[in-house]
């Protein structure tokens, strides 16, 4: 079975530092591979995603994903943090099922920017 | 316009009742799911449905039947609710349920069982 780690709980992020939020991930095979972000009281947005191709995934909002096959990582990042991307985030994997495709989350790590 | 919809928004009720919620997309796509999320924020695949069809129970208590009149919509049907139900259920979609699928989520549902 596919998963993803988050090994952080929560990451904490003076506005205007570069933010990294980490994910690795245990798959068999090519992983195809989401970050999505969840605001406070809200279902998930999806940022990016991995399938195949450049290493180096940019989404939305001014956010990138870099995905690293020797270190089994697929690290969300941004270069300069914003108040407002303050919000929970998950990696994600797609995994397959009994009859269909799935998505496997991770634990999730809450990100603080403080102004 | 909301792409995918759910009520109600909160639901608070008694132990043993039955309730529903209900889920829309408007985006046209083929796949559909529920997902549960607890007090620590952990996510879990509960149901998928392509195309009205039943493709993913992650053994989930067969007190729970989602239902799918049609590929826009999947209802979730709870019966004997118990405490361990208190939750946020969130309904999402996706274009066809491909591997490379984006999933696209409700706002959630709060369900507060007392």
């Known amino acids: 079975a596919q998963s993803v780690a988050q090994p952080e709980d929560q990451v904490n992020v003076a506005e205007g530092n570069p933010l990294t939020v980490k994910c690795t991930y245990s798959?068999?095979?090519?992983?195809?591979l989401f970050w999505y972000v969840q605001y406070p009281n809200r279902g998930l947005q999806f940022l990016l995603k991995?399938?195949?191709?450049?290493?180096l995934v940019k989404g939305s909002y001014g956010f990138e994903a870099e995905f690293n096959k020797s270190q089994t990582s697929f690290h969300l990042k941004k270069p300069s943090a914003l108040v407002s991307d303050s919000a929970l985030y998950f990696c994600?994997?797609?995994?397959?099922?009994?009859?269909?495709?799935?998505?496997?989350f991770g634990a999730g790590t809450r990100l603080f920017v403080k102004a | 316009d909301t792409a995918v919809s759910q009520t109600p928004k909160y639901l608070v009720t008694q132990m043993g009742n039955d309730k529903s919620i209900k889920c829309e997309q408007n985006?046209?796509?083929?796949?559909m799911y529920w997902y549960k999320q607890d007090s620590k924020k952990f996510l879990k695949i509960m149901f998928s449905?392509?195309?009205?069809?039943?493709?993913i129970n992650e053994t989930v208590p067969n007190r729970f039947s989602p239902k799918s009149p049609d590929k826009a919509h999947l209802n979730l049907h709870i019966n004997s609710l118990e405490l361990g139900d208190s939750a946020v259920y969130f309904c999402?979609?996706?274009?066809?349920?491909?591997?490379?699928?984006?999933?696209?989520f409700g706002p959630g549902t709060r369900l507060t069982v007392l």
């Open positions: 999402a979609s996706s274009p066809s349920g491909s591997r490379a699928d984006t999933q696209y």
């Open positions: 798959v068999s095979g090519n992983p195809y």
């Open positions: 991995y399938i195949t191709g450049d290493n």
């Open positions: 994600a994997v797609r995994d397959i099922g009994t009859g269909g495709f799935k998505t496997i």
């Open positions: 985006l046209g796509h083929d796949t």
């Open positions: 449905y392509n195309n009205k069809e039943l493709i």
